[in-house]
T-cell receptor, first 106, second 117 residues
Framework: KNEVEQSPQNLTAQEEEFITINCSYS?????LHWLQQHPGGGIVSLFM???GKKKHGRLIATINIQEKHSSLHITASHPRDSAVYIC????????FGTGTSLTVIP | GAVVSQHPSRVICKSGTSVKIECRSL??????MFWYRQFPKQSLMLMAT?????????EQGVEKDKFLINHASLTLSTLTVTSAHPEDSSFYIC?????????????FGQGTRLTVV
């Protein structure tokens, strides 16, 4: 069993749709990270959360420590949001989810 | 925000040669840097943790004689893939943490795609 589970694994959405990607984890953590990986591999750190909610532009990340669950929301999705979104948690070490491949269709 | 620069972004090398990948923290001192490897369609896998001025700690199954890590300064860590073989072709990513713990904010490099021919 993976320490970090993401769902869905693949997601196709129409432009402007509201998107949610979920992440559940089973280990004790100090922080949860949402990462974005574009085709070609470059990784961008979107959020680091230890509680509550953070918003950056059209992206919103929430975390529920008691339930060991986090969600990444994208409002008014756009084709340039197409990427792989990776959830990672850090505690005694880093654990990574396998990623959610998002395709936004115009 | 903090920036981690990784170089090169892509490299192609011949089998049997060595390749060095650099990871620099541009605006903070990184006492700890991490090296990851990612196979196609798989999640990132932690290879090793390096602390400035001391030997790297390798994860189980990672050959330390093949993947040489040097963290000689607070802003630079290098990963050298020695005697590279086609099976070493992969995406290598570094991250850096400003304090000597893993449970904190980490900043990622853009990654290096290594192709061994």
């Amino acid at each position: 069993k993976n320490e970090v589970e993401q769902s869905p694994q693949n997601l196709t959405a129409q432009e402007e749709e509201f998107i949610t990607i979920n992440c559940s984890y089973s280990v004790g953590i100090s922080a949860l990270h949402w990462l974005q990986q574009h085709p070609g591999g470059g990784i961008v750190s979107l959020f680091m959360l230890s509680s509550g909610k953070k918003k950056h532009g059209r992206l919103i990340a929430t975390i529920n420590i008691q339930e060991k669950h986090s969600s990444l929301h994208i409002t008014a999705s756009h084709p340039r949001d197409s990427a792989v979104y990776i959830c990672a948690v850090s505690g005694n070490q880093f654990y990574f989810g396998t990623g959610t491949s998002l395709t936004v269709i115009p | 925000g903090a920036v981690v620069s990784q170089h090169p972004s892509r490299v192609i090398c011949k089998s049997g040669t060595s390749v060095k990948i650099e990871c620099r923290s541009l605006d903070f001192q990184a006492t700890t840097m991490f090296w990851y490897r990612q196979f196609p369609k798989q999640s990132l896998m932690l290879m090793a943790t390096s602390n400035e001025g001391s030997k790297a700690t390798y994860e189980q199954g990672v050959e330390k004689d093949k993947f040489l890590i040097n963290h000689a300064s607070l802003t630079l860590s290098t990963l050298t893939v020695t005697s590279a073989h086609p099976e070493d072709s992969s995406f290598y990513i570094c991250s850096a943490s400003p304090i000597q713990r893993m449970n904190t904010e980490a900043f990622f490099g853009q990654g290096t795609r290594l192709t061994v021919v």
